[in-house]
């Protein structure tokens, strides 16, 4: 089941939204199993990246103006040595959740619970926001 996932973070001058397709095992699974997948396709692609060195290229102006509202002018290369942690990372994408530093949102309905059950065929699209605080404090 392939389903388009809206990956958005709240952070910045200007809201980022990227939409991904996404290949499912399944049509119906727990939010939990949910994030699991999702993790799972975002580190395999990571990896995948990594091991490819992709080539650097020229940025356009737009590029680079929307990389500077965000703080960082970047080429998108990966200099990290090290594969992602499949594990880790899932264990870090399910704490989030349940933190509620990451809220994830089926069509326009925000998901509550790790446990609760999803038709991803009656889905149209996924969409995951990273809060963040609006305080320069931690809790």
């Keep these: 089941m392939e ?6 973070s709240v952070s910045g001058k200007k809201n980022r939204m990227t939409t991904i397709p996404v290949t499912y095992s399944r049509d119906v699974m727990t939010v939990r199993e949910l994030i699991e997948e999702t993790v799972q396709f975002c580190v395999n692609d990571y990896n995948k990246r990594k091991e490819n060195g992709e080539l650097l290229r020229a940025l356009l102006p737009q590029e680079i103006e929307d990389k500077a509202s965000q703080g960082k002018i970047s080429f998108g290369v990966i200099y990290g040595e090290k594969d992602a942690d499949l594990k880790k990372s899932v264990d870090d994408a399910v704490g989030a959740f349940s933190d509620g530093v990451v809220a994830i949102f089926a069509d326009e309905r925000r998901l509550e619970s790790l446990d609760e059950k999803l038709k ?3 889905i149209q699209s996924l969409t995951f926001v990273r809060l963040v605080m609006l305080t320069g404090r931690i809790w």
């Design 120 to 122: 991803l065929n009656e």
């Design 3 to 8: 389903l388009n996932v809206n990956v958005k």
